[in-house]
Nanobody
Framework: QVQLVESGGGLVQAGGSLRLSCAASGRTFSRYVMGWFRQAPGKEREFVTSINWSGGRTYYADSVKGRFTISRDNAKNTVYLQMNSLKPEDTAVYLC?????????????????WGQGTQVTVSS
């Protein structure tokens, strides 16, 4: 089992940047596929991006492609989400997730463990 703790959220103006971090407990972090999701008020949870165990494979939702970058540091048990050119519609709680199983491209990939989330608010 793995515990996930997100940080780095906050209030930013449109066009600005934020970097989210997700710290994972346990010794087997490098075995997990990691992902980020977001949930805005009144909306369903939305897939944002995923990354394979080595960091060599990534997949992004069309809504964030070219603006967001996922990365991981297995030595630090941490996955990051660099968010640039932020828009008001990016406002949401951002959740980190871990998957026991292989990575594959696509937004329907399932995850097994979830963090509590960090709030990102983008003002216009």
């Amino acid at each position: 089992q793995v515990q996930l703790v997100e940080s780095g959220g906050g209030l930013v103006q449109a066009g600005g940047s934020l970097r989210l971090s997700c710290a994972a407990s346990g010794r087997t972090f490098s075995r997990y596929v990691m992902g980020w999701f977001r949930q805005a008020p009144g909306k369903e949870r939305e897939f944002v991006t995923s990354i394979n165990w080595s960091g060599g494979r990534t997949y992004y939702a069309d809504s964030v492609k070219g603006r967001f970058t996922i990365s991981r540091d297995n030595a630090k048990n941490t996955v990051y989400l660099q968010m640039n050119s932020l828009k008001p519609e990016d406002t949401a709680v951002y959740l980190c997730a871990a998957r026991v199983g292989p990575w594959y491209s696509g937004s329907q990939i399932g995850f097994d463990y979830w963090g509590q989330g960090t709030q990102v608010t983008v003002s216009s």
